[in-house]
């Protein structure tokens, strides 16, 4: 769970669509965590980054594949 109040300060402005049983739901639970929709959404987030096996491949992939790029462009 997040720590009330830890809101970054560089943010971007973003507008979704969602059924209103799924915001709903996310604002209640908002509600009983104490906690903001953008806290939700970043902690949310991080749980999807942090569990998800196939982009954790897919973004170590990329991730070496910029890095040789921009070591290759610097040499």
């Known amino acids: ?3 009330p109040g ?3 300060t560089n943010t971007e ?4 669509n969602v059924c209103p049983e799924t915001l709903a739901s996310i604002e209640e639970y908002c ?3 104490n906690i903001t929709l953008a806290e939700f959404i970043e ?5 999807v980054f942090d569990n998800d096996t196939e982009w ?3 973004y170590k992939r990329t991730s070496l594949t910029k ?6 462009q610097t040499v």
């Open 67 to 72: 890095a040789d790029a921009v070591n290759s």
């Open 1 to 3: 769970m997040s720590i």
């Open 56 to 58: 954790k491949k897919h």
């Open 43 to 47: 902690e949310a987030s991080e749980c």
């Open 6 to 8: 830890n809101q970054r």
């Open 31 to 33: 509600q009983w965590a």
């Open 13 to 16: 402005l973003v507008e979704l």
